[in-house]
């Protein structure tokens, strides 16, 4: 089993800055991508930004240009830093990770944006 532990969510304005961190845990031994999902009220889980165990990395046509995703293979962890945010970027943020056919997420951190 993995585990996922994500961090860094809270409260910011418009135009304002964010970080979000994953660490996994566990039985870890291929991992394929990491990346970020969100869900905000009424709405489904949609993809944000991963990034595969070589470096490549893809983003969300809504946060291209704004969010910048990374990852420490060593310490098995991702991080999301989360620029010019708007409050359609309210959301629980979830981790996710990849491994071979299995798929794991964290349990969530709220990100909300507002005035």
């Known amino acids: 089993q993995v585990q996922l532990v994500e961090s860094g969510g809270g409260l910011a304005q418009p135009g304002g800055s964010l970080r979000l961190s994953c660490a996994a845990s566990?039985?870890?031994?291929?991992?394929?991508?990491m990346g970020w999902y969100r869900q905000a009220p009424g709405k489904q889980r949609e993809f944000v930004a991963r990034?595969?165990?070589?470096?490549?990395?893809d983003y969300a046509p809504s946060v291209k240009g704004r969010f910048t995703i990374s990852r420490d293979n060593a310490q098995n962890a991702v991080y999301l830093q989360m620029n010019t945010l708007k409050p359609e970027d309210t959301a629980v943020y979830y981790c996710?990770?990849?491994?071979?056919?299995?798929?794991?997420w964290g349990r969530g951190t709220q990100v909300t944006v507002s005035s």
């Open positions: 996710h990770l990849a491994q071979e056919s299995a798929q794991y």
């Open positions: 990034i595969t165990h070589t470096g490549f990395d």
């Open positions: 566990g039985t870890i031994f291929a991992i394929n991508s």
